[in-house]
């Protein structure tokens, strides 16, 4: 099954709000410190906020081979605080602790099989390193990391709740920060996950039969709005 992605998406709105937003902070670039100045500073604090998209529809490869979520899996939010170093004016290291959820619909093909709302819930213990171009006020950036994963994960029977084992994962991304102030900044990131949490032994119940709750993973994009404090 594939995803329903339309044209009045919330990731596409969320996005382009956030371009929108970046776009005008731009416009103070003439007014700004240079990005050597900015990272001369040494550190520096940062705030995110926005959405994240699952890549794909979510298997649970030993529920059943005909259960899966179905194709409105939704795009929800994601946010992190981060606190970074720069190494040199053009690589930094970033310590982050965040937070993305997403739901969808588990769906057995039965047709006396009763449909069921998922829930999960994510924290991501972060370590980045970014790697910045120097040009002026504007810091274009590509980074990679590694991350602990704590997943919770929930069925709307009450009785499937789930406290997923720390996983480990990879992420990926660019982004692009504009100095608005000596000592601030505001910025665009789009992120990729790669991860798969483990649920040890629990069980899901579905329709009075329990199975292994195993082949879930967390791929998908984050996109962020920051707000950063240099210091």
Known sequence: MRRKIGNGSPRAGVTAGLVAIL?????T?????????AAALGNYLTLKGGIYSPSSTFNLDNVDIETTFDSDTET??????GIGHYILPTLALEF???????KGSIVP???????QQADFDVIPVLLTAKAF???????PYGEVGIGSYFTKFEVSDNANTFEG?????????????VNITEKAFLGVEGRYVWANPSFGDQQ????DTEYALNGFELNGFTTMLALGFCF
């Open 76 to 81: 929800g939010v994601a946010g992190e605080i």
């Open 109 to 115: 093909r039965a047709a006396t099989a009763a449909r």
């Open 133 to 139: 171009i120097p040009a002026g006020a504007i810091f």
């Open 204 to 207: 899901i119940r579905l329709n």
């Open 165 to 177: 084992d720390m996983t480990f994962g990879i992420h990926a991304g660019a982004g692009i920060n």
């Open 96 to 102: 982050g602790v965040g937070y993305f959820n997403g």
């Open 29 to 37: 670039v003439g007014f700004a410190p240079s990005n050597s100045e």
């Open 23 to 27: 776009l005008i902070a731009m416009g």
